[in-house]
């Protein structure tokens, strides 16, 4: 199950690594194992920790693994073949209840949600803003319809498959198609392959400089006030590893804290948009629409901080399967002295 677009075709490996050219010697840097989705929310994240050197400030050194899928970044994390990764709700719930190796490696997840767009030929209503009547209203009329999502399966269906039930629809009358990345869901889409497209940013930066004609059908990625209580991706570590390097585990968050606050100084905006451009494939115009309107998705605030509220409401991703009512335990998997990080951050 794959919980991210990609934009464009390659995938960082190792490359970024080499991007570590100041500050700590190589020989005081501590080598760690990464692996991510070039193009997706996370790698804006990671183009911040390398070429801000904010990872080799806290003396860590990355080396990138290649990513093929949601299920297998969560089973390399579980096995420890790679030591920090994201992690989606709907893989890493299911793994959790099988005992895997898995532990909250960040104070804050990715708290925005996903829109669906929908052919302009389609007879719908003013969505407005949020999960509300009218917005259910034009999920019942995908009844019959064809829906894209990245994988069949995956996070995005899971997401229509909650609206559908919220919406009194049996999400079997819906037809899933898998269109995979970002150019060629936009290109299926375009091409009126699909009746609705599951989108999230930052493919909303590139409809506009694509010439994509759409109407919004349901419009929950507007703003820390209107989504689902649900997240995209938090941030994962092979709870093995943490608890052998208990020291670099620690660095590690530190890092994600300080990319949360360099991305929250407006000084820091022009920095922002060049990785944005670099990391996620958007032109100026794209990731400017992007960072108005998402860039608290990447800020130390309360919204995307991991709660014991929060991490127990993302057990509604498992709503109608097999481990439906499972709540792992906060404390176990939930590291204190990370999560004091996350608080200390928010108060500034």
């Known amino acids: 199950m794959k919980t991210r677009r990609r934009i464009g075709g390659g995938l960082a490996v190792g490359l970024l690594a080499a991007a570590i050219s100041h500050g700590a010697t190589a020989k005081d840097l501590k080598t760690i194992s990464m692996i991510y989705f070039n193009g997706s929310s996370e790698s804006v994240e990671v183009g911040l920790m390398v070429d801000e050197g904010i990872l080799e400030r806290n003396g860590l050194k990355p080396e990138f693994?290649?990513?093929?899928?949601?299920?297998?970044?969560?089973?390399?994390?579980?096995?420890?073949?790679?030591?920090?990764?994201?992690?989606?709700?709907?893989?890493?719930?299911?793994?959790?209840?099988?005992?895997?190796?898995?532990?909250?490696?960040?104070?804050?997840?990715?708290?925005?949600f996903y829109n669906v767009i929908a052919q302009k030929s389609i007879d719908l209503v003013d969505p407005g803003v949020g999960v509300n009547s009218n917005a259910l209203e034009n999920v019942k009329r995908?009844?019959?319809k064809t829906v894209g999502v990245v994988a069949l399966g995956g996070q995005t269906q899971v997401f229509v498959q909650l609206?559908?039930?919220?919406?009194?629809v049996d999400h079997r009358d819906i037809t899933f198609v898998p269109t995979g990345g970002a150019a060629s869901a936009l290109a299926a889409f375009k091409n009126k392959q699909i009746d609705f497209l599951v989108t999230w940013m930052p493919e909303d930066g590139l409809f506009g400089p694509q010439g994509i004609e759409y109407q919004t059908a349901v419009n929950v990625n507007s703003g820390p006030d209107n989504n689902l209580g649900l997240i995209v991706n938090l941030?994962?570590?092979?709870?093995?590893?943490?608890?052998?390097?208990?020291?670099?585990?620690?660095?590690?968050?530190?890092?994600?804290?300080e990319v949360r606050q360099f991305v929250k100084d407006p000084k820091n905006k022009e920095r922002v948009l060049e990785i944005m451009q670099k990391y996620q494939g958007l032109d100026r115009k794209g990731a400017e629409i992007v960072y108005g309107k998402w860039r608290y998705?990447?800020?130390?605030?309360?919204?995307?901080y991991i709660s014991e509220d929060f991490w127990r409401e993302q057990s509604r991703f498992l709503s109608g399967t097999?481990?439906?009512?499972?709540?792992?335990?906060?404390?176990?998997?939930?590291?204190?002295?990370?999560?004091?990080?996350?608080?200390?951050?928010?108060?500034q």
Not at 163 to 168: C, F, N, R, S, T
Not at 323 to 346: I, T
Request: charged letters at 20%; a positive charge; proline letters at 7%.
């Open 65 to 112: 693994a290649k990513a093929t899928s949601g299920p297998a970044i969560t089973s390399a994390l579980a096995s420890g073949s790679v030591q920090f990764g994201p992690g989606y709700p709907a893989l890493y719930l299911p793994a959790l209840k099988q005992n895997r190796a898995l532990r909250v490696a960040a104070p804050f997840a990715t708290s925005l």
């Open 297 to 304: 998705v990447y800020e130390p605030i309360k919204v995307n």
């Open 142 to 144: 995908m009844r019959g």
């Open 322 to 347: 097999k481990d439906e009512g499972y709540v792992p335990d906060y404390n176990k998997h939930v590291n204190a002295d990370c999560m004091k990080l996350g608080q200390e951050a928010m108060k």
């Open 163 to 168: 609206l559908a039930q919220k919406a009194g």
């Open 235 to 257: 941030w994962l570590v092979n709870a093995d590893f943490a608890a052998a390097n208990p020291d670099i585990a620690q660095a590690f968050c530190k890092a994600t804290v």
